[in-house]
């Protein structure tokens, strides 16, 4: 029996955590750290969701586009915070978060990318295009590692991460990191 249309995320959720934030003493690092990857994590859960429901058949791709936008308009809208800890938070999250939406939609659009070249051959594009300061080409590469993600194959990312300065490359991985765990096993964040 249909229990009706699947809710991949709501605006509820993502306002929940948002007061999280706004009541968390963000000074305590670890307690800053806990909310940020739950964040991060509770978004890219929902992603692999969508690709759960799509893979099943239970939801068409142009279907699985539409609640992949849905989730992201939610995601990476503004944010107004009173204080700078929480948006600094906040915009950290919505960083890591720009590169699985968009590995995602590009997947749904197009499967998986840059097929002739390695993971780790696109990674040093990256890192290398980032160095150029043309971030746009980065996102592009980095996209493309996302979709092979998607699509079953894996990255060493904690190796990788030691091994490259703090950048937008470095947020987009973490972003990456978080959609390979919830791709191996979507589950909840503090349900409550």
């Not at 980065?138 to 590692?145: F, G, K, N, P, V």
């Not at 091994?163 to 964040?189: F, R």
Request: aromatic letters at 8%.
């Amino acid at each position: 029996m249909d229990d009706g249309p699947v809710e991949f995320y709501s605006k509820d959720r993502w306002d929940n955590w948002l007061d999280r934030i706004e009541d968390a003493d963000l000074e305590d690092e670890s307690e800053a750290s806990r909310l940020f990857l739950n964040l991060q994590s509770d978004a890219t859960i929902a992603i692999a969701k969508i690709f759960t429901a799509y893979e099943d058949g239970t939801i068409a791709p142009e279907q699985a586009r539409k609640e992949l936008a849905t989730i992201q308009e939610i995601v990476l809208a503004e944010v107004e915070m009173h204080d700078e800890s929480s948006v600094m938070l906040i915009d950290a999250v919505q960083t890591s978060l720009v590169c699985p939406f968009l590995a995602a939609d590009r997947f749904l659009t197009d499967g998986p990318a840059d097929e002739d070249a390695s993971l780790h051959e696109l990674y040093e594009a990256a890192i290398d295009a980032e160095a150029r300061e043309e971030y746009e080409e980065a996102l592009h590469y980095m996209t493309s590692i996302g979709t092979r993600l998607i699509d079953g194959e894996s990255l060493d990312l904690e190796l990788d991460e030691e091994e490259m300065e703090y950048g937008l490359v470095t947020e987009w991985l973490g972003g990456l990191d978080s959609l390979q765990e919830a791709l191996a096993g979507p589950k909840v964040v503090e349900d409550d």
